[in-house]
């Protein structure tokens, strides 16, 4: 089938898109690996309009239940392998078929960056995770540590200080990183221990995780953990294209109306080189994304 617009992707870029292209009456699709994207690992969100607190689970429930009511067409479990030229469209590549399309629009998020240390690989799954939000409850009553000092590593450990017995704060560099506001509610945790300066050096253990070694104030120092959560920052999704132009970070570079420079190739969200890695922005960009989109496809 040739669709007018297909949609990459559902995080709060993609979802808003959806809301847009709806309205508009298009002829559309969400291919997406998951409903949600990144929102679904934050736990303390207090900075989105019209909601003084609400966790990230609930934020994707209400997205959801907004583009239910406009009966979009999300695909899950469907994520894009690859985008190829076809003709004045492009076709789009899943594990369950192909998908024409006159125009498209990427919002692919981003995934977590890894440590690279030694034992990362060995105990992945086996007391290291990538996400508070999903696996913190496991390590109730543990000692836990959280490598990273921005926003995301400081919203695991306040997710974390609810749960955990006692929780490492790892940082490389000499200060923590994220909000203000965040980082003295940090330090006024009891059972919150925050190592600045520290490099992981290692993980080990024998089934699973029994513990790690930090470079810190050039000594080598071990600390005894069952659980590491690495909050160190995130890489783009951006894989499935090799035609747009993207920065040495790996994201597409867009315009302000969202265009990649490549005719009916449009993005927004994470995956792109716009500032502030935010929900709220992410919305705003899906929004424009989509009406750009509408207005290439209106003139062809």
């Not at 009891?190 to 699973?208: H, K, N, Q, R």
Request: some cysteine.
């Amino acid at each position: 089938m040739n669709y007018e617009l297909v949609i990459i992707g559902a995080g709060p870029a993609g979802i808003t898109a959806g809301i847009y292209a709806a309205r508009k009456n298009m002829d559309f699709v969400i291919l997406t690996k998951d409903i949600g994207g990144q929102t679904l690992y934050s736990w303390d969100i207090e900075n989105y309009l019209g909601y003084q607190f609400i966790t990230g689970f609930e934020l994707v429930e209400k997205f959801k239940e907004h583009i239910k009511n406009f009966n979009v067409d999300i695909r899950e479990n469907e994520p894009v392998k690859d985008i190829l030229k076809d003709g004045n469209g492009f076709m789009l590549i899943t594990d369950k078929g192909a998908y024409e399309t006159k125009s498209v629009i990427i919002s692919t998020g981003r995934r977590p960056k890894e440590l690279n240390v030694k034992g990362e690989k060995e105990f992945k799954n086996k007391g290291i995770t990538y996400c508070a939000t999903c696996d913190g409850p496991v390590f109730r009553d543990k000692n836990v540590a959280v490598i990273g000092g921005g926003n995301s590593g400081m919203d695991a450990v306040l997710q974390l200080s609810r749960i955990a017995k006692k929780t490492y704060l790892v940082e490389i560099k000499n200060d923590l990183t994220g909000d203000r506001f965040v980082i003295d509610k940090i330090k006024n945790l009891p059972m919150v221990e925050v190592l600045t300066g520290a490099e992981v050096i290692e993980i080990y253990g024998d089934l699973f995780v029994k513990g790690m070694r930090l470079r810190y104030k050039r000594n080598f120092i071990d600390i005894n953990v069952e659980g590491i959560f690495v909050e160190i920052g995130s890489i783009p999704n951006s894989d499935i294209i090799n035609f747009v132009e993207k920065n040495r970070y790996g994201e597409i570079i867009v315009d302000c109306k969202n265009h990649t420079g490549y005719s009916g190739i449009f993005a927004a969200g994470d995956v792109t080189n716009v500032f502030a890695k935010q929900i709220i922005v992410a919305c705003g960009e899906g929004a424009k994304a989509c009406l750009s989109a509408f207005e290439y496809v209106s003139r062809l």
